[in-house]
């Protein structure tokens, strides 16, 4: 597979996270103490967007599924679905999700093709 997005980590779990858009799949890895990779999950989720709060346990990302782009919030350490919010924007994005201390998460969705994007808020306690 391929990936427009880099890996990604939580600090705090030592989870690392993988992106395969090609086949729609993102996973979650941990180091064994032999220097192996161990897939701990994997989701079926066509993502371009990453963002981890060690202080949650959650992994935000993006999944554009009939045809529109949706918020998910995972777990960190099982890829369980916690959250899944569809958004206004209608196109796959490469925006960024930005989340503050209080609970706000932000989607930035560009938009491909059209002459906006969107900045969405979302109130995640």
């Given at each position: 597979?391929?990936?427009?997005?880099?890996?990604?980590?939580?600090?705090?779990?030592?989870?690392?996270?993988?992106?395969?858009?090609?086949?729609?799949?993102?996973?979650?890895?941990?180091?064994?103490?032999?220097?192996?990779?161990?897939?701990?999950?994997?989701?079926?989720?066509?993502?371009?967007?990453?963002?981890?709060?060690?202080?949650?346990?959650?992994?935000?990302?993006?999944?554009?599924?009939?045809?529109?782009?949706n918020l998910v919030v995972l777990d960190v350490l099982t890829g369980e679905e916690?959250?899944?919010?569809?958004?206004?924007?209608?196109?796959?994005?490469?925006?960024?999700?930005?989340?503050?201390?209080?609970?706000?998460?932000?989607?930035?969705?560009?938009?491909?093709?059209?002459?906006?994007?969107?900045?969405?808020?979302?109130?995640?306690?």
């Open positions: 597979g391929w990936s427009f997005a880099g890996l990604a980590g939580d600090d705090a779990t030592g989870v690392l996270f993988a992106n395969d858009q090609l086949n729609g799949l993102f996973m979650g890895f941990r180091v064994t103490e032999d220097n192996e990779f161990e897939r701990l999950w994997q989701r079926e989720i066509i993502t371009s967007q990453t963002t981890t709060s060690s202080e949650t346990g959650m992994v935000y990302v993006t999944d554009y599924a009939d045809e529109v782009l916690l959250l899944r919010i569809p958004t206004p924007a209608v196109r796959s994005s490469i925006g960024s999700i930005i989340f503050t201390d209080n609970g706000d998460v932000y989607v930035a969705a560009n938009e491909p093709g059209q002459s906006t994007g969107l900045l969405i808020r979302f109130y995640i306690p």
